[in-house]
DNA sequence: ACATTAAGTGATT
DNA sequence: AATCACTTAATGT
């Protein structure tokens, strides 16, 4: 069994999918910054995160970007999942933010799954509403919250899925995955600082109240 | 010492 | 909030 897996999954199967999962499941380890799923690339495999973050974004025709959510540990992505349904190309950007440790399943074994195991078809379920309520979330943050207040849930949220109150990116990078200038972002960054709810340094941001 | 990249700022729309 | 134009600061060669 891979390090981790039955730490994170172990308690939603049954021994019997379990065994599958880890026999037929192809254990992968993969740098951050590593790009899983593009858009518009056929999705053949559903990864299942057993240690590590992925980011989850939309690009737009020009390759502007715009950062959904992030998923963990236990979680999978939903797009796998849609595209079992009919749905064959990827409409979204799957990006590991930290080094990843993960399974790929041949999507094939999600729907035969989904017919022979309960916890299986439990676990798929679960996971979509979960993504359900991440993307309803994230429509929230952009619709309904300022820019200075979408800024700060971004930086926890990284800040969180790094495990580190320290996070390390540039004024620049922020801009691109919120889909704003660097100039805004450097300017919002310099007025949460004087609020005292970071510190900044190049190339970092240290966040105090989390 | 010089070039490059990151970050800060005023002014304009 | 976006863009421009410019400055200042940090870092690499």
């Known amino acids: 069994?891979?390090?981790?897996?039955?730490?994170?999954?172990?308690?939603?199967?049954?021994?019997?999918?379990?065994?599958?999962?880890?026999?037929?499941?192809?254990?992968?380890?993969?740098?951050?910054?590593?790009?899983?799923?593009?858009?518009?690339s056929d999705i053949e495999f559903m990864p299942l995160i057993i240690t590590g973050a992925v980011k989850i974004l939309r690009e737009d025709e020009k390759g502007d970007e715009l950062v959904l959510y992030f998923i963990e540990q236990g979680d999978t992505c939903a797009m796998t999942i849609t595209c079992c349904i009919g749905q064959k190309k990827s409409?979204?950007?799957?990006?590991?933010?930290?080094?990843?440790?993960?399974?790929?399943?041949?999507?094939?074994?999600?729907?035969?799954?989904?017919?022979?195991y309960q916890s299986w078809q439990m676990f798929i379920l679960q996971s979509y509403h979960e993504r359900m309520q991440e993307l309803l979330e994230a429509i929230d943050t952009i619709a309904f919250l300022n820019m200075d207040e979408r800024l700060l849930k971004y930086l926890k949220d990284k800040a969180m899925i790094n495990r580190n109150e320290v996070?390390?990116?540039?004024?620049?990078?922020?801009?691109?995955?919120?889909?704003?200038?660097?100039?805004?972002?450097?300017?919002?960054?310099?007025?949460?600082?004087?609020?005292?709810?970071?510190?900044?340094?190049?190339?970092?941001?240290?966040?105090l109240k989390l």
């Open 91 to 116: 409409k979204i950007r799957a990006v590991t933010e930290v080094e990843t440790e993960l399974l790929m399943i041949p999507i094939q074994k999600i729907s035969d799954w989904m017919i022979k």
């Open 1 to 40: 069994m891979q390090p981790g897996f039955d730490f994170n999954y172990a308690h939603l199967f049954e021994e019997e999918l379990l065994q599958e999962i880890l026999s037929i499941g192809e254990y992968k380890k993969v740098k951050a910054g590593t790009e899983l799923i593009d858009i518009g």
């Open 167 to 207: 996070i390390q990116v540039t004024h620049k990078e922020i801009a691109n995955d919120m889909h704003t200038s660097r100039v805004v972002v450097s300017r919002l960054l310099k007025a949460l600082e004087i609020k005292g709810e970071i510190k900044l340094h190049r190339n970092q941001i240290q966040i």
